[in-house]
């Protein structure tokens, strides 16, 4: 399947290296001060760029008229009324399935959100399930994700086959990182709270598991990654399309987490997480900077990527109403990229200073909330990369990466 192409003034913004050497010194010592490391980009061969939004089709997927009856309000609600974003995507049996967050318009917290499904055969036209597939129920984890729902998923594969699913739980008050399994997509079982003891109740969301694209003949219990051949092939394995596996590191598994800092846990099963400490508390990986598109918050987009230069953290920004990039609009959500040491996941070694997709569609600079451009699902699929993201928190969209 090939993208169509997309007219010059629509292209995305894409970084490179020689703007990043002309970059003004003022800029860069504010990145110093504001991120946890103090490196200049000078190379971006480690970044997956540039991407392109698929104008041609865009919105992909768009609120619905479904109903579905809820085990919770026992009566009938159309659970994706009002809005649909924030999607993680997988390739399973050779389709595209998109996990998407839907909100309803009767929940007091501006819409009770569940998490659908949509599957589609070119990565670009979806076709979804008339109900939920994961949502709040009559359960031990209801009073962590009622009424406000189940938000913004990300899903890895196992090593043993099955998905790994990170969401959001919402209170009303709190929002709670869990985790959740499933071996076809469509029935799940709840594992409860990623983060236990002193950090429970603190707020946190926003999981990605650290995970290798491997050949779709890869066995799924061997998850070396395919690092041999990624920067060698233009950022992808020379298969058609691959499976996105969670590998360990140091004989552990690593998850990105956080929307005003990013932090980190590992595990030693992918369900069972202990978060990094120090000085007692959750250490930093990155953080926001000053003058820059990430100067409010900084926070996980999808997976976070192991390649043969490290790992690459795709993420979302947020722009400071005051302090931040000028030439965006206050609040506004751009993407950006960064790279962490695959030696050392807590440390990062390079950061793209420039964003490489920001919201200027009708559709992302006006919605339930304005300036979005939110990036959460990442696949590759029949030679192409895939970025689907939600659009001002009502639509979704995607990007596509052609391979040269």
């Known amino acids: 399947m090939k993208l169509k192409c997309i007219q010059s ?83 399973h049996d050779g389709k595209v399935y998109m996990v998407f967050r839907a909100e309803d318009t009767i929940g007091k917290y501006a819409g009770t959100s569940r998490l ?38 990300r899903i890895v594969k196992s090593e043993s086959g099955e998905y790994i699913m990170t969401y959001t739980g919402y209170d009303g008050t709190t929002a709670r990182l869990l985790v959740s399994s499933s071996k076809d997509l ?4 709840k594992h409860g709270t990623v983060l236990q003891g002193k950090y429970k109740n603190t707020w946190s969301k926003s999981g990605a598991i650290v995970a290798s694209l491997v050949s779709s003949n890869h066995s799924a219990k061997d998850s070396t990654p395919a690092s041999t051949t990624v920067h060698e092939q233009n950022g992808a394995p020379a298969t058609h399309s691959g499976e996105i596996i969670a590998t360990r590191i140091n004989g552990k598994y690593w998850m990105y987490f956080g929307d005003t800092d990013l932090f980190m846990a590992t595990s030693s099963d992918l369900i069972h997480w202990t978060p990094v400490e120090e ?22 987009g999808p997976f976070a990527w192991l390649t043969d230069r490290g790992i690459v953290l795709i993420y979302n920004g947020m722009n400071l109403d005051n302090g931040g990039d000028t030439t965006l609009a206050p609040g506004a959500y751009c993407s950006g990229q960064v790279l962490f040491d695959k030696a050392d996941p807590t440390h990062p070694i390079d950061r793209l200073n420039r964003y490489f997709m920001k919201p200027d569609k009708p559709y992302e600079l006006s919605g339930q909330v304005n300036q979005v451009c939110f990036v959460e699902g990442l696949i590759f699929f029949k030679g192409n990369w895939f970025l689907y993201y939600g659009t001002a928190d009502s639509r979704i969209s995607a990007a596509g990466k052609k391979l040269n």
């Open 9 to 91: 003034k629509q292209i995305i913004i894409a970084l490179t290296c020689c703007y990043l050497a002309t970059a003004c010194s003022e800029k860069r010592t504010q990145a110093s001060e504001g991120a946890t490391d103090s490196t200049e980009t000078t190379d971006t061969l480690w970044a997956l760029l540039p991407f392109e939004k698929v104008d041609s089709v865009n919105p992909v997927l768009t609120p619905g008229t479904s109903t579905f009856l809820c085990p919770i309000l026992n009566k009938q609600v159309r659970w994706d009324e009002k809005d649909v974003f924030n999607p993680a995507a997988v390739v």
């Open 116 to 153: 659908g499904l949509a599957v589609s055969e070119d990565g670009l036209h979806f076709k979804r399930l008339p109900a939920p597939v994961f949502y709040p129920d009559i359960d031990s984890l209801q009073r962590y994700e009622w009424e406000g729902g189940v938000e913004d998923p």
């Open 186 to 189: 469509v029935h799940w079982k």
């Open 279 to 300: 000085n007692g508390k959750l250490k930093p990986v990155l953080k926001p900077r000053p003058g820059f598109f990430d100067s409010r918050l900084v926070e996980s």
